[in-house]
Protein backbone atom coordinates (compact mmCIF):
# COMPACT_ATOMS: atom_id res chain seq x y z
CA UNK A 1 0.00 0.00 0.00
CA UNK A 2 2.88 2.50 0.80
CA UNK A 3 4.85 1.69 -2.61
CA UNK A 4 1.37 2.28 -4.21
CA UNK A 5 1.34 5.62 -2.53
CA UNK A 6 4.86 6.60 -3.44
CA UNK A 7 4.37 5.44 -7.02
CA UNK A 8 1.38 7.93 -7.45
CA UNK A 9 3.10 11.01 -5.97
CA UNK A 10 5.84 9.91 -8.63
CA UNK A 11 4.17 9.83 -11.08
CA UNK A 12 1.93 13.41 -10.70
CA UNK A 13 5.19 14.92 -9.17
CA UNK A 14 2.90 17.08 -7.50
CA UNK A 15 3.64 19.40 -4.56
CA UNK A 16 1.43 21.59 -2.42
CA UNK A 17 3.01 25.00 -2.07
CA UNK A 18 0.11 27.20 -0.18
CA UNK A 19 -3.16 26.96 -2.13
CA UNK A 20 -1.38 25.97 -5.71
CA UNK A 21 -0.47 22.80 -6.89
CA UNK A 22 2.39 22.03 -9.15
CA UNK A 23 1.93 18.82 -11.51
CA UNK A 24 5.06 19.03 -14.21
CA UNK A 25 4.15 21.27 -16.71
CA UNK A 26 0.61 22.35 -15.20
CA UNK A 27 -0.37 24.45 -12.27
CA UNK A 28 -3.55 24.98 -10.71
CA UNK A 29 -3.80 28.56 -9.09
CA UNK A 30 -7.46 29.29 -7.63
CA UNK A 31 -9.09 32.12 -8.11
CA UNK A 32 -9.09 32.24 -4.45
CA UNK A 33 -5.15 32.36 -3.93
CA UNK A 34 -4.01 35.65 -3.29
CA UNK A 35 -1.26 35.09 -5.74
CA UNK A 36 -3.92 35.82 -8.52
CA UNK A 37 -3.67 39.48 -7.74
CA UNK A 38 0.16 38.79 -8.79
CA UNK A 39 -0.15 38.28 -12.00
CA UNK A 40 -0.78 40.27 -15.36
CA UNK A 41 -2.50 38.41 -18.44
CA UNK A 42 -1.58 39.34 -21.71
CA UNK A 43 -3.82 38.49 -25.07
CA UNK A 44 -1.38 37.42 -27.60
CA UNK A 45 -2.50 38.54 -31.30
CA UNK A 46 0.02 38.93 -34.71
CA UNK A 47 0.31 42.00 -36.21
CA UNK A 48 2.44 43.49 -38.59
CA UNK A 49 5.88 44.26 -37.84
CA UNK A 50 8.79 46.00 -39.61
CA UNK A 51 12.44 44.74 -37.96
CA UNK A 52 15.14 46.92 -38.35
CA UNK A 53 18.92 46.39 -37.01
CA UNK A 54 22.05 48.13 -38.37
CA UNK A 55 25.87 46.52 -39.14
CA UNK A 56 28.53 47.07 -40.84
CA UNK A 57 29.93 46.64 -44.59
CA UNK A 58 32.39 47.41 -47.15
CA UNK A 59 31.13 49.10 -50.53
CA UNK A 60 32.64 46.83 -53.93
CA UNK A 61 32.24 47.15 -57.52
CA UNK A 62 29.27 44.80 -58.53
CA UNK A 63 30.53 41.55 -60.30
CA UNK A 64 31.50 42.08 -63.69
CA UNK A 65 31.40 45.25 -63.59
CA UNK A 66 35.19 45.89 -62.79
CA UNK A 67 38.02 44.87 -65.44
CA UNK A 68 42.08 44.87 -64.82
CA UNK A 69 43.14 44.85 -68.18
CA UNK A 70 46.96 44.53 -69.15
CA UNK A 71 48.37 43.09 -72.77
CA UNK A 72 48.19 40.04 -73.43
CA UNK A 73 51.24 39.57 -75.09
CA UNK A 74 54.57 41.34 -74.58
CA UNK A 75 55.42 44.20 -75.44
CA UNK A 76 56.23 47.83 -75.79
CA UNK A 77 53.33 50.06 -75.24
CA UNK A 78 53.22 52.41 -78.05
CA UNK A 79 50.28 54.52 -77.80
CA UNK A 80 47.64 55.31 -75.31
CA UNK A 81 44.12 56.27 -76.36
CA UNK A 82 42.47 56.94 -73.12
CA UNK A 83 42.82 59.49 -69.83
CA UNK A 84 41.72 59.41 -66.46
CA UNK A 85 37.93 59.44 -65.80
CA UNK A 86 37.06 58.74 -69.31
CA UNK A 87 33.78 56.67 -70.46
CA UNK A 88 34.41 54.20 -72.17
CA UNK A 89 32.32 51.45 -73.98
CA UNK A 90 33.04 47.57 -74.82
CA UNK A 91 35.57 47.06 -77.50
CA UNK A 92 36.61 50.95 -76.86
CA UNK A 93 40.71 51.26 -77.95
CA UNK A 94 42.89 51.29 -74.22
CA UNK A 95 46.11 51.27 -76.02
CA UNK A 96 48.19 50.07 -78.00
CA UNK A 97 51.63 47.26 -78.29
CA UNK A 98 54.21 46.57 -80.37
CA UNK A 99 54.76 42.87 -80.15
CA UNK A 100 56.47 40.13 -81.83
CA UNK A 101 54.12 37.38 -80.09
CA UNK A 102 51.46 39.14 -81.01
CA UNK A 103 52.12 39.08 -84.70
CA UNK A 104 53.28 35.47 -84.95
CA UNK A 105 49.64 34.67 -83.24
CA UNK A 106 48.48 36.85 -86.40
CA UNK A 107 50.63 35.02 -89.08
CA UNK A 108 48.78 31.61 -87.27
CA UNK A 109 45.86 32.77 -87.94
CA UNK A 110 45.86 34.20 -91.37
CA UNK A 111 47.93 30.90 -92.66
CA UNK A 112 45.40 29.36 -91.09
CA UNK A 113 42.53 30.90 -92.47
CA UNK A 114 44.28 30.34 -96.00
CA UNK A 115 44.25 26.90 -95.64
CA UNK A 116 41.05 26.83 -95.11
CA UNK A 117 40.21 28.95 -98.09
CA UNK A 118 42.43 26.35 -100.11
CA UNK A 119 40.69 22.98 -98.62
CA UNK A 120 37.67 24.22 -98.91
CA UNK A 121 38.04 24.94 -102.53
CA UNK A 122 39.85 21.44 -103.21
CA UNK A 123 36.64 20.14 -101.28
CA UNK A 124 33.87 21.75 -103.93
CA UNK A 125 36.03 20.81 -106.84
CA UNK A 126 36.37 17.09 -105.91
CA UNK A 127 32.80 17.21 -105.40
CA UNK A 128 32.14 18.88 -108.72
CA UNK A 129 34.33 15.84 -110.56
CA UNK A 130 32.71 13.02 -108.50
CA UNK A 131 29.31 14.16 -110.03
CA UNK A 132 30.68 14.29 -112.95
CA UNK A 133 32.45 10.89 -112.96
CA UNK A 134 36.08 12.18 -112.97
CA UNK A 135 36.93 11.69 -109.22
CA UNK A 136 36.30 9.03 -106.78
CA UNK A 137 34.47 8.79 -103.33
CA UNK A 138 37.51 8.46 -101.59
CA UNK A 139 39.28 11.36 -102.54
CA UNK A 140 35.99 13.01 -102.21
CA UNK A 141 36.40 12.16 -98.39
CA UNK A 142 39.79 12.86 -98.05
CA UNK A 143 39.40 16.50 -99.52
CA UNK A 144 36.34 16.68 -96.67
CA UNK A 145 38.37 15.13 -94.08
CA UNK A 146 40.98 17.86 -95.14
CA UNK A 147 38.70 20.90 -95.09
CA UNK A 148 37.33 19.79 -91.63
CA UNK A 149 40.88 20.17 -89.98
CA UNK A 150 41.64 23.24 -91.66
CA UNK A 151 38.33 24.62 -90.76
CA UNK A 152 39.06 23.38 -86.95
CA UNK A 153 42.39 25.15 -87.24
CA UNK A 154 41.19 28.25 -88.25
CA UNK A 155 38.77 28.19 -85.69
CA UNK A 156 41.27 27.60 -82.68
CA UNK A 157 43.82 30.50 -83.76
CA UNK A 158 40.43 32.50 -83.60
CA UNK A 159 39.47 31.24 -80.54
CA UNK A 160 42.84 32.55 -79.06
CA UNK A 161 42.55 35.94 -80.29
CA UNK A 162 39.05 36.17 -79.07
CA UNK A 163 40.26 35.03 -75.87
CA UNK A 164 42.54 37.75 -75.43
CA UNK A 165 39.70 40.02 -76.65
CA UNK A 166 41.21 40.67 -79.69
CA UNK A 167 38.93 40.84 -82.75
CA UNK A 168 40.03 38.04 -85.60
CA UNK A 169 38.92 40.26 -88.30
CA UNK A 170 41.32 43.45 -87.29
CA UNK A 171 43.93 40.76 -87.59
CA UNK A 172 47.11 42.43 -89.68
CA UNK A 173 50.56 41.51 -89.93
CA UNK A 174 50.78 45.34 -90.42
CA UNK A 175 49.58 47.15 -87.44
CA UNK A 176 50.24 46.47 -83.85
CA UNK A 177 48.37 45.33 -81.27
CA UNK A 178 45.34 47.49 -79.99
CA UNK A 179 43.58 46.78 -76.76
CA UNK A 180 40.37 47.16 -76.54
CA UNK A 181 38.04 47.67 -73.05
CA UNK A 182 36.34 44.80 -71.90
CA UNK A 183 33.23 46.44 -70.27
CA UNK A 184 31.76 49.76 -70.39
CA UNK A 185 32.44 51.61 -67.69
CA UNK A 186 34.95 54.18 -66.53
CA UNK A 187 38.60 54.91 -66.46
CA UNK A 188 39.14 54.73 -62.62
CA UNK A 189 43.23 54.03 -62.93
CA UNK A 190 45.84 54.13 -65.66
CA UNK A 191 49.26 53.21 -65.88
CA UNK A 192 50.68 54.22 -69.30
CA UNK A 193 53.66 55.53 -70.23
CA UNK A 194 54.72 55.41 -73.92
CA UNK A 195 57.59 53.59 -74.94
CA UNK A 196 57.14 51.30 -71.79
CA UNK A 197 57.34 47.21 -72.06
CA UNK A 198 55.00 45.15 -70.64
CA UNK A 199 55.09 40.97 -69.94
CA UNK A 200 52.28 39.05 -70.37
CA UNK A 201 52.11 38.65 -66.58
CA UNK A 202 52.46 42.35 -65.56
CA UNK A 203 50.24 43.93 -63.30
CA UNK A 204 47.39 45.67 -64.90
CA UNK A 205 48.36 49.09 -65.99
CA UNK A 206 44.15 50.24 -66.92
CA UNK A 207 41.45 49.44 -64.44
CA UNK A 208 37.80 49.97 -65.62
CA UNK A 209 34.77 50.24 -63.62
CA UNK A 210 31.07 50.65 -64.06
CA UNK A 211 29.97 52.46 -60.80
CA UNK A 212 26.19 53.68 -61.30
CA UNK A 213 25.44 50.30 -59.31
CA UNK A 214 27.79 48.88 -56.43
CA UNK A 215 27.13 46.19 -53.84
CA UNK A 216 27.67 46.37 -50.28
CA UNK A 217 29.16 43.23 -48.72
CA UNK A 218 27.60 43.78 -44.76
CA UNK A 219 28.19 41.45 -42.12
CA UNK A 220 25.24 40.16 -40.40
CA UNK A 221 25.09 38.23 -37.01
CA UNK A 222 24.20 35.04 -36.45
CA UNK A 223 21.77 36.17 -34.15
CA UNK A 224 20.37 38.49 -37.13
CA UNK A 225 20.29 36.40 -40.37
CA UNK A 226 17.17 35.03 -39.22
CA UNK A 227 15.35 38.27 -39.80
CA UNK A 228 17.19 38.85 -43.65
CA UNK A 229 15.46 37.93 -46.65
CA UNK A 230 16.02 38.43 -50.29
CA UNK A 231 15.02 41.52 -51.63
CA UNK A 232 14.67 42.93 -47.97
CA UNK A 233 15.27 47.06 -48.77
CA UNK A 234 18.20 48.57 -46.70
CA UNK A 235 19.81 51.93 -45.93
CA UNK A 236 23.25 52.56 -47.13
CA UNK A 237 25.44 55.22 -44.51
CA UNK A 238 28.54 56.91 -45.25
CA UNK A 239 30.37 59.18 -42.81
CA UNK A 240 31.00 61.41 -45.42
CA UNK A 241 26.93 62.27 -45.81
CA UNK A 242 25.50 60.45 -43.11
CA UNK A 243 22.46 62.79 -44.25
CA UNK A 244 21.89 60.96 -47.53
CA UNK A 245 21.34 57.26 -46.92
CA UNK A 246 21.78 54.99 -50.61
CA UNK A 247 18.92 52.52 -50.82
CA UNK A 248 19.49 49.18 -51.67
CA UNK A 249 18.09 45.65 -51.95
CA UNK A 250 19.48 42.14 -50.26
CA UNK A 251 20.64 39.83 -53.43
CA UNK A 252 22.24 36.80 -51.47
CA UNK A 253 22.36 35.54 -48.24
CA UNK A 254 25.93 33.70 -47.52
CA UNK A 255 25.84 30.36 -46.30
CA UNK A 256 29.48 30.27 -44.53
CA UNK A 257 29.50 31.47 -41.01
CA UNK A 258 32.62 33.22 -40.62
CA UNK A 259 33.41 30.88 -37.03
CA UNK A 260 35.48 34.18 -35.40
CA UNK A 261 33.15 37.02 -36.25
CA UNK A 262 29.79 34.29 -36.01
CA UNK A 263 28.84 36.30 -38.90
CA UNK A 264 27.63 35.69 -42.62
CA UNK A 265 27.94 38.11 -45.44
CA UNK A 266 25.24 39.49 -47.12
CA UNK A 267 25.22 41.24 -50.77
CA UNK A 268 23.66 44.15 -50.97
CA UNK A 269 23.12 45.79 -54.78
CA UNK A 270 22.49 49.96 -54.72
CA UNK A 271 22.24 52.60 -56.91
CA UNK A 272 24.91 55.06 -56.94
CA UNK A 273 23.76 58.49 -57.31
CA UNK A 274 26.62 60.82 -58.30
CA UNK A 275 28.93 58.09 -57.19
CA UNK A 276 28.66 58.79 -52.89
CA UNK A 277 29.87 54.90 -52.39
CA UNK A 278 32.94 54.71 -53.16
CA UNK A 279 34.66 51.02 -53.85
CA UNK A 280 36.94 50.16 -50.58
CA UNK A 281 34.48 52.33 -48.45
CA UNK A 282 33.06 50.86 -45.19
CA UNK A 283 29.48 52.14 -44.65
CA UNK A 284 26.84 51.44 -42.18
CA UNK A 285 24.11 49.40 -43.27
CA UNK A 286 20.27 49.52 -41.87
CA UNK A 287 18.38 46.70 -42.93
CA UNK A 288 14.17 46.34 -42.83
CA UNK A 289 12.59 43.11 -42.62
CA UNK A 290 8.75 43.67 -43.04
CA UNK A 291 6.99 40.44 -40.76
CA UNK A 292 3.33 40.08 -41.56
CA UNK A 293 2.06 38.00 -38.70
CA UNK A 294 4.42 38.97 -36.29
CA UNK A 295 3.48 37.82 -32.52
CA UNK A 296 5.48 40.32 -29.78
CA UNK A 297 5.06 39.98 -26.17
CA UNK A 298 6.38 41.93 -23.47
CA UNK A 299 9.78 40.84 -22.29
CA UNK A 300 8.55 40.47 -18.68
CA UNK A 301 6.55 37.26 -19.42
CA UNK A 302 9.80 34.81 -20.64
CA UNK A 303 11.55 33.26 -18.20
CA UNK A 304 14.90 31.13 -18.33
CA UNK A 305 15.63 28.04 -17.42
CA UNK A 306 19.23 27.19 -18.32
CA UNK A 307 19.38 27.58 -22.34
CA UNK A 308 15.98 27.28 -23.19
CA UNK A 309 12.84 30.17 -22.28
CA UNK A 310 9.49 29.42 -21.32
CA UNK A 311 6.55 31.43 -19.92
CA UNK A 312 2.94 30.48 -18.82
CA UNK A 313 -0.07 30.02 -20.61
CA UNK A 314 -3.50 30.07 -19.46
CA UNK A 315 -5.41 27.38 -20.90
CA UNK A 316 -8.19 27.55 -18.02
CA UNK A 317 -10.08 30.18 -15.55
CA UNK A 318 -7.20 28.32 -13.02
CA UNK A 319 -4.90 25.97 -15.29
CA UNK A 320 -1.21 27.34 -16.24
CA UNK A 321 0.77 25.43 -18.37
CA UNK A 322 4.75 25.82 -18.68
CA UNK A 323 5.39 25.69 -22.51
CA UNK A 324 8.89 26.54 -24.45
CA UNK A 325 9.44 29.05 -26.59
CA UNK A 326 11.86 30.54 -28.77
CA UNK A 327 12.46 34.50 -29.18
CA UNK A 328 14.41 37.27 -29.93
CA UNK A 329 15.16 40.58 -27.95
CA UNK A 330 13.63 43.67 -29.35
CA UNK A 331 13.53 47.18 -28.34
CA UNK A 332 11.35 48.54 -25.73
CA UNK A 333 11.41 45.20 -23.49
CA UNK A 334 9.71 43.08 -25.91
CA UNK A 335 10.32 39.84 -27.52
CA UNK A 336 9.99 38.43 -30.75
CA UNK A 337 8.53 34.87 -30.89
CA UNK A 338 9.56 32.51 -32.94
CA UNK A 339 7.83 29.53 -31.89
CA UNK A 340 5.89 28.26 -28.90
CA UNK A 341 2.93 30.84 -29.05
CA UNK A 342 0.21 31.51 -31.52
CA UNK A 343 -2.59 34.49 -31.80
CA UNK A 344 -5.31 34.00 -29.45
CA UNK A 345 -3.21 32.37 -26.31
CA UNK A 346 -3.62 33.85 -23.37
CA UNK A 347 0.01 34.20 -21.23
CA UNK A 348 1.23 35.74 -17.70
CA UNK A 349 2.94 38.73 -18.96
CA UNK A 350 4.21 39.27 -14.94
CA UNK A 351 4.61 37.46 -12.02
CA UNK A 352 5.11 34.18 -13.94
CA UNK A 353 8.18 33.44 -11.28
CA UNK A 354 5.66 32.98 -8.55
CA UNK A 355 4.48 29.49 -10.83
CA UNK A 356 7.90 27.94 -10.88
Do not use: W
Amino acid sequence: MENRRQRARGNHKAVESGKILISGDTVLVPKSSVLRAKLTMYNVNSREHLIQFTTTGVARPLSGKKAEVTAPFEGRIVKSFIRLGQKVKTGTPLFEVSSSDYLEFVRMFLQSGRERELAEKNYFRKKEMMESGVSSSKELDESKLEFDLADKEYEKTAAILKIFNLNPGDADLSQPMIVRSPITGEVVQTDITAGQYIKSDSDPIVTIADLDKVQVIASVREKDIGVVDLLDQVEIFTESLPDKPVKGLVTYIGNIMNEETRSVEVYIECENPGKILKCGMFVTARFYHKLNNAIIIPASSVLQDHDKCFLYVQTEPEVFIKREITVTSMPEKQMLVHSGLEAGNIIVAEGGIYLQ
